[in-house]
């Protein structure tokens, strides 16, 4: 069975401060995506990481892919109370003739305090 | 840019009533996901199609079914409702491409509250 692990789940921080949060598995994903949810909503793809070693940005948010696929981690800088909400990894295993298997880590709760 | 529609947004039932839950995807998106969300909990994989055939089933009851029309909308039905029911359901599409990505994109979700 694959599985996402996200780390930490629950975080709450001061503003302006940085944190990361990993996501791990023993698999290997052909992509993995970020999310995050703010509460009654759905949630909004933030990026996609595909090539291993692979980093993105995205203002203050930086995204790596790790050089085997198998985990990813979203580091963000000064977070800012905007900032809180749900964060869920996804990461993506690819079948040429049915749909992808997408499986979603546990998440984790980031909370921004002004 | 279009979005993926879920209708209704908001749904009330009673128990033991029957509900369902309309998913119209990104135009050219050939797979459909469903996900059930309880309150402060992350959403749990239901069930997905793509092109119009069943693709992956996860914790969906066996009280819900779902299918995926030739417009490739999707519909939940959800019968014999119970309170435990009540959650955040969502759907999601995407498009799948030879070796590549298959980000998902969600609706607004529906709300759905059993009483």
């Known amino acids: 069975t694959q599985l996402l692990e996200q780390s930490p789940q629950f975080l709450s921080i001061q503003e302006g401060e940085n944190l990361t949060v990993y996501c791990n598995s023993s698999s290997v994903f052909s992509s993995l995506q970020w999310y995050r949810q703010e509460p009654g909503e759905g949630p909004v793809l933030l990026v996609t990481?595909?090539?291993?070693?692979e980093v993105k940005k995205l203002k203050r948010l930086t995204f790596q892919f790790g050089d085997a696929r198998k985990d990813s981690s979203l580091h963000i800088t000064a977070a800012q109370p905007g900032d809180t909400g749900l964060y869920l990894c996804?990461?993506?295993?690819?079948?040429?003739?049915?749909?992808?298997?997408?499986?979603f880590g546990s998440g984790t709760r980031l909370s921004i305090r002004p | 840019a279009a979005g993926v529609i879920q209708s209704p947004r908001h749904l009330i039932k009673e128990k033991r009533e029957t509900a369902t839950l309309k998913c119209y995807p990104i135009?050219?998106?050939?797979?459909v996901y469903w996900y059930q969300q309880g309150p402060g909990q992350d959403p749990q994989f239901l069930i997905s199609?793509?092109?119009?055939?069943q693709s992956d089933k996860g914790s969906i009851p066996d009280r819900f079914s779902a299918q995926q029309f030739s417009d490739y909308h999707s519909e939940l039905n959800m019968s014999s409702l119970e309170l435990g029911d009540s959650a955040l359901y969502f759907c999601?599409?995407?498009?799948?491409w030879g070796q590549g990505a298959y980000e998902q994109y969600f609706g607004p979700g529906t709300r759905l509250t059993v009483t």
């Open positions: 990481v595909v090539t291993g070693g």
């Open positions: 996804a990461g993506s295993t690819i079948g040429y003739s049915s749909a992808s298997k997408i499986i």
């Open positions: 199609f793509y092109e119009k055939m």
């Open positions: 999601a599409s995407s498009h799948s």
């Open positions: 135009p050219r998106h050939d797979t």
